[in-house]
C-alpha cells in the first residue's frame, strides 16, 4: 500500500539545469532534447537536439532535474530581455542564452568589428577562426566579455 501510494506523489523529471556559483540557472535544457552528457578536457559537454553546448566544469556549480510543472522556481521559458542574456563559449563557438533574434557582433579589444549578423536567429556562432584572446560581443544592446 505504502509503495503505490508513493509512486502516485512522484514525478518525471523534464529538466535539466546547470547553475553558476551565485545561483543563477546557466543553461537549461528539457530531457526529451538531451542525446548525451561528456565529459572532456575539464569541460562538460551536453549534446542537444539544437547543438552542442561546452562549459568548463569548474563554473558549474550544480546540476538539477526538474519536473517543469512541478517545481515553481524552473524556468518555463527565457524572453528576450537584456536582464536574462548569457553567453556560454567554447574553442569553437558562442551561444547566446536567452534572445532568440536580433543583432550580434564581435570586436576585438583593440576596437576591430570581427563579426556582424544583423540578423541573427539565434543559432551559435562560428569563433574557430580566432585567435585566442579576450572578446566583446554585442548582442542587441547587451554587451558582453569572453575569452577564447
Same mark, same amino acid.
Not at 15 to 28: I, K, L, R, S, W
Not at 59 to 67: A, C, G, L, P, Q
Not at 102 to 115: C, E, F, N, R
Given at each position: 500500500m ?8 512522484a514525478? %518525471? ?5 546547470? &547553475?553558476?556559483?551565485? @545561483? ?6 528539457? =530531457? $526529451?532534447?538531451?542525446? *548525451? ?7 562538460? /559537454?551536453?549534446?542537444? %537536439?539544437? @547543438?552542442? &553546448?561546452s ?7 550544480? !546540476? #538539477? ?10 524556468? *518555463? ?16 563557438? /558562442?551561444?547566446?542564452?536567452g %534572445?532568440s533574434?536580433g543583432? /550580434?557582433? !564581435?570586436?576585438? /579589444?583593440?576596437?576591430? $568589428? =570581427?563579426?556582424? +549578423?544583423? @540578423? ?9 577562426h =580566432?585567435?585566442?584572446?579576450? &572578446?566583446?560581443?554585442?548582442? +542587441?544592446n547587451?554587451?558582453? #566579455?569572453f #575569452? *577564447?
Amino acid at each position: 500500500m505504502l509503495a503505490m501510494l508513493g509512486c502516485s506523489v512522484a514525478t %518525471a523529471q523534464t529538466q535539466m539545469t546547470f &547553475y553558476e556559483p551565485n @545561483g543563477h540557472a546557466m543553461a537549461v535544457w528539457s =530531457l $526529451q532534447d538531451v542525446g *548525451k552528457v561528456t565529459f572532456e578536457g575539464g569541460d562538460i /559537454v551536453v549534446t542537444h %537536439a539544437t @547543438g552542442t &553546448y561546452s562549459s568548463p566544469l569548474a563554473e558549474v556549480m550544480s !546540476i #538539477k532535474f526538474t519536473d517543469d510543472e512541478q517545481d515553481p522556481t524552473s524556468v *518555463k521559458q527565457i524572453l528576450d530581455d537584456a536582464s536574462q542574456l548569457r553567453i556560454a563559449t567554447s574553442e569553437s563557438a /558562442v551561444r547566446v542564452i536567452g %534572445a532568440s533574434r536580433g543583432t /550580434v557582433a !564581435i570586436w576585438s /579589444v583593440s576596437g576591430q $568589428q =570581427l563579426y556582424d +549578423n544583423r @540578423g541573427w536567429h539565434g543559432e551559435e556562432i562560428d569563433i574557430s577562426h =580566432l585567435e585566442r584572446g579576450i &572578446y566583446i560581443i554585442t548582442i +542587441n544592446n547587451s554587451t558582453f #566579455k569572453f #575569452k *577564447k
